[in-house]
């Protein structure tokens, strides 16, 4: 079986691959992502002037962690307000779903009230080439007509393939292309830890990088 | 690795649950403004069509565009087939049109394994309906339907006990129920007069009985399966009426069922003879449903035989393309 189920544990829990125990490090601390996630729901009741119609729509898998934690953070500043958290699935949406087998679909979630007029705040755990995200745009233009989209997401690593920049970013990670960051969820790992490092089992990150 | 969909026998479980699993996620799309995804753009899946079907015609051909795959329907009838034809001959012709998945309907068992084995053709091909063989998709919407059911819309059918009742011999919705079925772990027993029970029945994993009233205090599901009048080419019973009365599902009978148990049929209905009309129309009868959930199977059937650069069943371990989820 090609694809099993992404569940916690599946696919995408394995995602992104393993990195090499010697040269992997960690950039981000439990105490640092929660730093991150209170600094990014202030930011956004900030900039939408309070959560009235504010969206979380995380992506599979480590985004719909991310914000519904986000969500909580939300009703505790904006006093008890509700703020609907779902899930985005972009797997149908990729630009290239033909250059690997057909892969498992994950949850798509929209919550009840739809997400028309609303503020959609999209959550990724990480943001690299921007495709996963123009995929979340097409998939959200099927959906309904948000009255705004923006993007939060925990680590920004740069090498963009599309004109797409996060609005919040949880640490801004200079990477090069042959290092992978892996985010570490308690939800889905046991514990909270973004780490930094070169691939394991893979002699191309060794020959081919920093061309 | 598997290019086609033949035969429920060619689906472990794994592959089942993963066909069932995406087809509930792509259920959801129906109930959008947009019914559409743009996952199989440019793809395109010829409906080769040999005997009449509207409805799983229809079915594949709603699915195949929900995709956004450009559908060619080809129905024997009127074209180059009534003037002799070969089925090579037209698998070469759509070969040379660059068809993708080729979904068949033929009268002839076999028809279908006959095109994937040959190397006519180089896309997928998906049997719907050989014979008196199989029709997998209808399996698998049923199976769909009874999770939906009997068990929340997840996992397998283990231990759920199904009934399948009628014209056995020349059905090829019960073959491949009962293959699928028992693959996803549930009891399943067959009912129907000797005469209308194919030779080697008891190789099947299921059980078999001849009295209807026996197991249907015990069924989660009940699959009422037509008298198919047009193959009918002997007197396998003696009159419709007694028929009816001894193999017809009446109000009498589905009182005698659980009170969670279901009543499908894989339609079309002859109504009065292996169903009464008020069994059809009861709130337990899942008929209606399993045409809509049709479509979302043959989505996903579709989508994962055509959506990657190989099928996603039963493939080699791969985690896939990493970059675009970073």
């Known amino acids: ?211 | 690795m598997k290019r086609h969909l033949i035969s429920a026998a060619d689906l472990t479980r794994d592959d089942a649950i993963l066909i069932l699993d995406t087809a509930e996620e792509l259920a959801h799309i129906a109930e959008r403004p947009i019914k559409k995804l743009p996952t199989l753009r440019g793809r395109t899946v010829v409906n080769l069509f040999f005997e009449d079907s509207t409805r799983t015609r229809i079915s594949f051909e709603a699915a195949a565009k929900r995709l956004s795959a450009d559908v060619i329907n080809f129905s024997a009838k009127g074209s180059s087939v009534s003037k002799g034809e070969s089925l090579k001959d037209t698998a070469l012709t759509l070969q040379a049109m660059g068809a993708d998945a080729v979904v068949i309907r033929h009268h002839a068992s076999g028809a279908p394994h006959r095109l994937a084995g040959s190397g006519w053709l180089r896309g997928s091909v998906v049997n719907a309906g050989d014979g008196t063989h199989e029709h997998p998709t209808q399996a698998l919407l049923d199976a769909f339907t009874m999770r939906r059911r009997l068990a929340g819309g997840r996992g397998d059918l283990e231990g759920r006990r199904i009934t399948l009742v009628g014209d056995v011999l020349h059905s090829r919705v019960a073959r491949s129920n009962v293959l699928l079925l028992a693959t996803l772990g549930a009891e399943v027993t067959l009912v129907a007069p000797p005469t209308l029970l194919p030779i080697g029945v008891e190789t099947w994993p299921c059980t078999v009985s001849y009295d209807l009233d026996a197991p249907l205090p015990k069924s989660d599901a009940v699959m009422m399966l037509r008298v198919q009048r047009e193959r009918m080419n002997a007197a396998f019973f003696p009159t419709e009426r007694e028929y009816s009365r001894r193999y017809g599902l009446d109000l009498r009978r589905m009182a005698m069922l659980p009170e969670h148990a279901i009543v499908m049929h894989p339609g079309p209905m002859n109504r009065g003879m292996e169903i009464a009309a008020e069994v059809a129309d009861s709130t337990r009868s899942t008929i209606v449903e399993q045409v809509t959930n049709g479509v979302s199977v043959r989505m996903a059937v579709l989508y994962l035989l055509l959506g990657g650069n190989e099928p996603a069943l039963s493939a080699p371990s791969t985690t896939g393309t990493e970059e675009i989820a970073k």
Request: net charge negative; hydrophobic share 40%; charged share 30%.
């Open chain 1, 1 to 211: 079986m090609t694809a099993p189920r992404n569940t916690p544990g599946g696919t995408s829990a394995a995602r992104p691959k393993d990195l090499d125990p010697a040269t992997a490090r960690t950039v981000l601390d439990p105490s640092d992502i929660n730093r991150a996630l209170t600094r990014i729901a202030h930011e956004i009741v900030e900039r939408a002037k309070g959560a009235d119609d504010v969206v979380l729509l995380g992506i599979p898998t480590r985004g719909v962690a991310l914000a519904r934690r986000l969500g909580e953070r939300l009703a505790s500043i904006e006093d008890g307000a509700e703020v609907p958290v779902g899930a985005l699935d972009i797997t149908m949406y990729r630009d290239d779903l033909r250059l690997g087998p057909a892969r498992a679909l994950e949850r798509t979630e929209i919550p009840a009230e739809g997400i028309d007029g609303k503020l959609v705040v999209l959550v990724d755990d990480v943001l690299y080439s921007g495709r996963t995200i123009r995929a979340a745009l097409d998939a959200l233009n099927d959906i309904g007509r948000p009255r705004a989209v923006q993007l939060a997401v925990l680590v920004d690593r740069g090498h963009r393939e599309l004109p797409i920049r996060a609005d919040y970013v949880g640490k801004n990670l200079p990477t090069s292309q042959r290092e992978t960051v892996k985010v570490h969820l308690a939800e889905y790992d046991g514990r909270d830890a973004v780490l930094l490092g070169t691939r394991a089992a893979d002699p191309a990150a060794h020959t081919d990088a920093e061309k």
